[in-house]
């Protein structure tokens, strides 16, 4: 499949290690944030999501944390696998836009055995 | 599978022609967006429809067009084709209903501009 983002930023793990993405986001007054997962040749994939008034959420094996005071949101996700080889993206939705997002740079994530 | 479909997968075309995107919502979703991700642009919102409707409009350009026809699909066009409009566009749904309103994407049209 295609490269997308072949500048991005990358972090590597060990597979069995705890990963955490980050991401700044630029408006304080987005409601809701989302991760999403993107693998090679497909559309991003939905992760988790968190709204503003929350500063943490919690799914399967991932996290989302919400700092709104340097408006900053991570993505843990616990054990890494191989599969989760992939690009994460955060999203904001702008105010006023009709649930239009906007979409960080991303981070690539590779994970080695 | 998030039950967004795009065709086609691939499209190779020519400076200075048209094509068209399609892009069908999950069951049950009224809204549909479009999004261009290039290598230096990231993922770039463009355009949101819902029941029909232009809902909102990002950097979209006076050469693209969208509609969603009553059946609720979509279709993007893109016209005079340039070498920088070569990109991956992929398309969203959602219900638009309640303070979180997921998008779900499709699997991308790649579109490559010779």
């Known amino acids: 499949g295609e490269s997308v983002g072949l500048h991005l930023p990358t972090l590597s793990v060990q597979e069995g290690d705890n990963s955490i993405i980050n991401c700044a986001y630029s408006?304080?007054?987005?409601?809701?944030f989302i991760w999403y997962k993107q693998e090679s040749g497909k559309g991003p994939q939905f992760i988790i999501d968190?709204?503003?008034?929350?500063d943490k959420r919690q799914g399967q094996r991932v996290t989302v944390l919400l700092n709104k005071t340097v408006k900053h949101l991570s993505l843990q996700i616990a054990a890494t696998q191989p599969g989760d080889s992939a690009v994460y993206f955060c999203?904001?939705?702008?105010?006023?836009?009709?649930?239009?997002?906007?979409f960080g740079a991303g981070t690539r994530l590779a994970v080695h055995p | 599978d998030s039950g967004v479909t795009q065709t086609p997968k691939h499209l190779i075309t020519a400076t200075g022609q048209r094509v068209t995107l399609r892009c069908s919502p999950r069951s049950g979703d009224l809204s549909v967006y479009w999004y261009q991700q290039s290598l230096d642009q990231g993922l770039q919102f463009l355009i949101q429809y819902y029941n029909g409707e232009e809902r909102a409009k990002g950097n979209i350009l006076e050469r693209f067009s969208a509609q969603q026809f009553p059946d609720l699909h979509s279709e993007l066009n893109l016209s005079s084709l340039e070498l920088g409009d070569s990109a991956l566009y992929f398309c969203?749904?959602?219900?638009?209903?309640?303070?979180?309103?997921?998008?779900?994407f499709g699997p991308g049209t790649r579109l490559t501009v010779l």
């Open positions: 999203a904001e939705r702008a105010v006023g836009g009709y649930n239009k997002l906007i």
């Open positions: 969203a749904s959602s219900a638009l209903r309640g303070p979180t309103d997921t998008q779900y």
């Open positions: 408006n304080s007054a987005s409601d809701y």
């Open positions: 968190i709204r503003s008034n929350m």
